[in-house]
């Protein structure tokens, strides 16, 4: 309570606060620690339900408490975040909404510059009319040297920031999906051997840029920024962000950086990147001698006045305002080392157009980054493994169930640069499986049945 910023908002929200703050790389493993021996305090942040707790009956059911005490919550938290920590119909955690209450973190930008110069009126809505689009500004020199030069796609080392085009075929190289009444990795699915196909299709006919799978992030960024791709994967928060960097490097040009949904092959029901419908989430124990000032206090942060003072801090100190205009200080909330925690900490709200306009000063750019939200919200891939514990092999080839194995990377990148047949895909399947896939999946398929009801 000596915390000038703890302090104001103990004293907004007539309570006493007492947090304790745990490094990152230590915070499970010491929440376990605490947990088993007896110290559970009123509130748990986590990421989703937390199973220690559920699994010994001390969470609170949050939904009697939320209709009386958070009416704000339930305004401004999406339903696909409430769903996400709701089981057998009783939500277990108040939610932070994601990122401009858009459930995925990627999505794919083009050049709609490109598209007016090569003829294209519409953004491809399947896996054959995004090809097309690749074709066009490969051969038809939208960037206008006349080198033809154009790289139509371009994406990182590892496979990374190829996303949404995996997606097309419903699957990324994250989380788990359903085939055959097994939980199995997406990377290990039937549906990533046909997206593993349209990249080889794009290496060959170079609609892909060659370096793809050694570039580093600068080289990537810089090969952008030079006028050379055509399509990216990146995060939609980024968007404003593209269109100044583009802006600067072309002064002469008029580049324009839009989103566009991702397509989807025929038969596919889901493109785009996997979704997470929330980020950190509260969780209120059977411990907590008041949850309903719990909740109250929870509600206030999405308040109007909450999410200022999340974003900006302490009026008098770091914020100021005259009538209804903030002005904030950010060097000086930069300076007092509140700047970065404060929003870690305590942000709930996934997008505030009035906050982020003070943030960044500039309509335009929230107008963008808005729409890129907008398309955002309409897509995902369902992660059928969200908010499970960790299913890891001790042998490093095999990996972690949620994420690509080197086994993958090694076998995608041998099918794409045709060394080996589609059908080795296959293979390297049944390899991981017998390696050590096959107890991973047998540990997310009973999590699974055990969490599914909701």
Known sequence: MDD????????????????????????????????????????????????????????????????????????????ESWDAVTRNGKIYAIPEAPLGDSPVARVLFVRKDWMDKVGIKEA?????????????????????????????????????????????????????????????????????????????????????????????RNVWEQKIQSDLVGVWVHAPNLAWDWQERLNKSLPNGKPEVIAIPTPKAPGVTESGFGKKPFNKSFSITKASKDPAAAVRLLDWLVTQEGQEFVQFGVPGVTVTKDDSKINYNKQKDTDDKTALWRPLVFNLAGFNEEIQLVLSGNEQAVAKIKAVYEIGKKEGITNVTAGAPTFKSDQPEIGDYETASTMFIETAGLIVLGEKPLDYYDEFVNNWRTRGGNELIKQATEWYQQNNNK
């Open 4 to 79: 000038p910023t703890l302090r104001y908002l103990a004293e907004q929200t007539n309570t006493e606060l007492n947090i304790t703050f745990i490094p990152n790389s230590q915070y499970r493993n010491q929440l376990r620690v605490k947990f088993a021996s007896g110290e559970i305090p009123d509130i748990v942040q986590g990421w989703g339900i937390i199973s220690d707790l559920a699994d010994n009956d001390q969470l609170l059911p949050l939904n009697d408490l939320i209709d009386e005490h958070g009416p704000n919550l339930k305004k401004i938290i999406p339903k």
């Open 124 to 216: 491809p809505k399947t896996d054959a009319d995004f090809l097309d689009m690749l074709r066009a500004f490969r051969d038809k020199d939208p960037n206008g040297n006349g080198k033809q030069d154009e790289i139509p796609f371009s994406a990182r080392e590892n496979f990374t920031w190829l996303d949404n085009v995996l997606s097309m075929y419903g699957v990324t190289m994250y989380g788990g999906t359903i085939e055959n009444n097994e939980v199995i990795p997406q990377y290990a699915s039937k549906n990533m051997k046909q997206a593993l196909g349209i990249v080889k299709t794009m290496m060959d006919e170079k609609l892909i840029d060659s370096e793809f799978m050694s570039n580093k």
